[in-house]
């Protein structure tokens, strides 16, 4: 029998709407693994045990009297510390916000609570979503559950961490770049990143206007299913929200794949960035399911992957130095050098280079579209290598192949498909059409259930990780 | 202009030992803006473009 902390929210809910399991039983065990792991890890900032057990009661007492909200009534999740909450400090995992209380919950944050969701706490991220793990932080970093020298990957750090290390039975993150597909391919999770404009940005610490998408992270695509279905919605004050149909995520879950058209940049994993063997051999073994699936896999070329990743390094550092700059100025010390570093590179670009790289943008997003004219996804690892040892990766080198969907707003998400010798997760990317999250995630939902990799978990005991 | 005059430039006040860091990262920046700075069409429009929408 699956321990409750490793149960899938679609699995927990069904139990929970039947009343054989006990949301305040399931926080209790979540509470309690976090009380005896999380030292080791970093996952948590500020656990809330106190507000989570309350929630749960409330969810127990209204299952109890017949009123089940839906999939996330009960469910236990965490919160990456960039996503107010109403009367809890919101830091950012920095000094500069140590003391931050906002008044108001995130529009998502919100969404989830009326959903009946428990908030176990605040997750660590990179300082503002930016820069790398960080020691010189007033927290930690948080460490890979798979080998805790190692790097669980960024910015939602605590996110990839807490799930995959049973210590949250979903959460939040957000990405400019990657931070949830990044983290969600090292910590072996699944990681989506939605269409820009499906959900909500506002009361989420912004980094880059133009490129920030807020997103669930999960141990399946199923599940990511089911937080979509919660998250998603037309936000009439968040000025990059889109007004479309919500579609039924779950229920576009399940069956084959045949006459699925997927599209492999080649260019992209083979000549443009060098992928680890094992990333590759994974990668290609991994587009052999999807046939046996029924789809159709073709091999394209698309711009060089460089050009993607420049111009979304100029945009980001240009719109965070827009909102950081302010405070760069006055008190630089009261960010990490990691942070602090990337974010003032933006003070360095000039309005030609800015409006240019919004132009070249445009022209990308173009000839993605055009792309997608003759496939209906496109597949490439999430990230070139395993995770590597904590403190020596820099984000900001090289090309990326999680940042080409941040440019062009198309959803991505991240799923499971390997393993390395040395036992570290192994991903695949699988990016669709704009709106067409739902082809995503069933996409990533059939692979999950051809394949075993889903039923890997990290070896976690208190004396196991003091041995790491 | 050197780079720490630049620096000063933006009001930045930056540690000795961090400034080679922030150059490298500035370089990499300046070899990106050369990529998109070439001729265009000044008729291209950026992302950015106002998009209103009629009140209902």
Redesign the interface.
Same mark, same amino acid.
């Given at each position: 029998m699956t321990e409750l902390h490793y149960l899938t929210i679609a699995e927990a809910s069904a139990k929970i709407r039947a009343k054989s399991l006990s949301p305040v039983e399931l926080t209790r065990a979540y509470l309690d693994r976090i009380a005896t792991l999380d030292a080791q890890l970093n996952a948590y900032l500020l656990p809330l045990g106190e507000m989570a057990l309350a929630q749960a009661r409330q969810a127990e007492a209204e299952i109890a009297a017949g009123n089940w909200k839906g999939p996330l009534h009960g469910i236990p999740i965490g919160l990456k510390d960039i996503y107010n909450t109403a009367g809890i400090r919101t830091t950012g995992h920095s000094a500069l916000f140590k003391d931050h209380v906002p008044t108001e919950d995130a529009v998502t944050v919100a969404k989830l609570k009326d959903a009946g969701a428990i908030i176990l706490g605040k997750l660590s991220t990179w300082e503002f979503a930016i820069g790398g793990a960080s020691f010189d932080l007033p927290w930690p970093p948080a460490r890979n559950p798979w080998n805790t020298a190692h790097d669980p990957g960024g910015s939602s750090s605590g996110s990839g961490v807490a799930v995959a290390a049973g210590l949250a039975m979903a959460a939040m993150g957000t990405d400019t770049g990657g931070s949830i597909r990044g983290p969600a391919s090292w910590c072996g999770i699944a990681g989506h990143k939605p269409t820009y404009g499906y959900l909500s940005r506002r009361g989420v610490l912004p980094l880059a206007f133009s490129l920030d998408h807020a997103g669930p992270m999960c141990w399946t695509s199923e599940d990511c299913a089911l937080m979509m279905q919660v998250l998603a919605g037309h936000d009439p004050l968040d000025a990059g929200s889109a007004k479309v149909e919500i579609p039924d995520f779950a229920a576009a879950l399940g069956g084959d794949l045949k006459g699925v058209r997927i599209g492999v940049p080649r260019n992209f994993v083979e000549t443009d960035l060098v992928c680890d063997p094992e990333v590759l051999a994974a990668f290609n073994a991994s587009m052999e399911v999807f046939t046996s699936l029924g789809a159709t896999v073709t091999d394209i070329t698309l711009p060089p992957l460089s050009l993607f990743t420049d111009v979304n390094s100029m945009i980001t550092a240009a719109e965070a130095y827009a909102i950081h700059g302010q405070w760069l100025r006055k008190t630089p010390e009261l960010y990490g050098e990691r942070g602090r570093l990337r974010i003032m590179a933006g003070a360095f670009i000039s309005a030609e280079a800015y409006v240019n790289a919004q132009r070249e943008r445009t022209r990308l997003i173009g000839v993605v579209a055009e792309a997608m004219k003759s496939v209906d996804l496109l597949m490439m690892p999430t990230r070139h290598i395993t995770a590597p040892v904590l403190g020596g990766y820099d984000s900001s080198v090289g090309p990326s192949l999680t940042r080409p969907f941040n440019m062009t707003g198309n959803p991505a998400l991240s799923v499971c498909n390997g393993f390395s010798s040395a036992g570290m997760p192994i991903s695949l990317q699988i990016g669709g059409r704009p709106f067409e999250d739902h082809l995503v995630l069933k996409a990533g939902d059939a692979f999950e259930k051809a394949t075993s990799y889903r039923s890997a978990r990290p070896r976690l005991t208190a004396t196991a990780l003091a041995a790491q | 202009m050197t780079f720490d005059e $630049?620096v000063k430039a933006?009001? &930045?006040?930056?540690k000795a030992e !961090?400034m080679p860091? =922030?150059e490298a =990262?500035?370089k !990499? &920046? !300046?070899?990106?803006?050369a &990529?998109?700075?070439g001729p $265009?069409s000044y008729a *291209? *429009?950026?992302?950015?473009a106002l998009k209103l929408q009629p009140a209902s």
């Amino acid at each position: 029998m699956t321990e409750l902390h490793y149960l899938t929210i679609a699995e927990a809910s069904a139990k929970i709407r039947a009343k054989s399991l006990s949301p305040v039983e399931l926080t209790r065990a979540y509470l309690d693994r976090i009380a005896t792991l999380d030292a080791q890890l970093n996952a948590y900032l500020l656990p809330l045990g106190e507000m989570a057990l309350a929630q749960a009661r409330q969810a127990e007492a209204e299952i109890a009297a017949g009123n089940w909200k839906g999939p996330l009534h009960g469910i236990p999740i965490g919160l990456k510390d960039i996503y107010n909450t109403a009367g809890i400090r919101t830091t950012g995992h920095s000094a500069l916000f140590k003391d931050h209380v906002p008044t108001e919950d995130a529009v998502t944050v919100a969404k989830l609570k009326d959903a009946g969701a428990i908030i176990l706490g605040k997750l660590s991220t990179w300082e503002f979503a930016i820069g790398g793990a960080s020691f010189d932080l007033p927290w930690p970093p948080a460490r890979n559950p798979w080998n805790t020298a190692h790097d669980p990957g960024g910015s939602s750090s605590g996110s990839g961490v807490a799930v995959a290390a049973g210590l949250a039975m979903a959460a939040m993150g957000t990405d400019t770049g990657g931070s949830i597909r990044g983290p969600a391919s090292w910590c072996g999770i699944a990681g989506h990143k939605p269409t820009y404009g499906y959900l909500s940005r506002r009361g989420v610490l912004p980094l880059a206007f133009s490129l920030d998408h807020a997103g669930p992270m999960c141990w399946t695509s199923e599940d990511c299913a089911l937080m979509m279905q919660v998250l998603a919605g037309h936000d009439p004050l968040d000025a990059g929200s889109a007004k479309v149909e919500i579609p039924d995520f779950a229920a576009a879950l399940g069956g084959d794949l045949k006459g699925v058209r997927i599209g492999v940049p080649r260019n992209f994993v083979e000549t443009d960035l060098v992928c680890d063997p094992e990333v590759l051999a994974a990668f290609n073994a991994s587009m052999e399911v999807f046939t046996s699936l029924g789809a159709t896999v073709t091999d394209i070329t698309l711009p060089p992957l460089s050009l993607f990743t420049d111009v979304n390094s100029m945009i980001t550092a240009a719109e965070a130095y827009a909102i950081h700059g302010q405070w760069l100025r006055k008190t630089p010390e009261l960010y990490g050098e990691r942070g602090r570093l990337r974010i003032m590179a933006g003070a360095f670009i000039s309005a030609e280079a800015y409006v240019n790289a919004q132009r070249e943008r445009t022209r990308l997003i173009g000839v993605v579209a055009e792309a997608m004219k003759s496939v209906d996804l496109l597949m490439m690892p999430t990230r070139h290598i395993t995770a590597p040892v904590l403190g020596g990766y820099d984000s900001s080198v090289g090309p990326s192949l999680t940042r080409p969907f941040n440019m062009t707003g198309n959803p991505a998400l991240s799923v499971c498909n390997g393993f390395s010798s040395a036992g570290m997760p192994i991903s695949l990317q699988i990016g669709g059409r704009p709106f067409e999250d739902h082809l995503v995630l069933k996409a990533g939902d059939a692979f999950e259930k051809a394949t075993s990799y889903r039923s890997a978990r990290p070896r976690l005991t208190a004396t196991a990780l003091a041995a790491q | 202009m050197t780079f720490d005059e $630049r620096v000063k430039a933006a009001g &930045l006040t930056v540690k000795a030992e !961090d400034m080679p860091k =922030l150059e490298a =990262l500035v370089k !990499d &920046l !300046d070899a990106a803006a050369a &990529l998109v700075n070439g001729p $265009r069409s000044y008729a *291209e *429009e950026p992302l950015c473009a106002l998009k209103l929408q009629p009140a209902s």
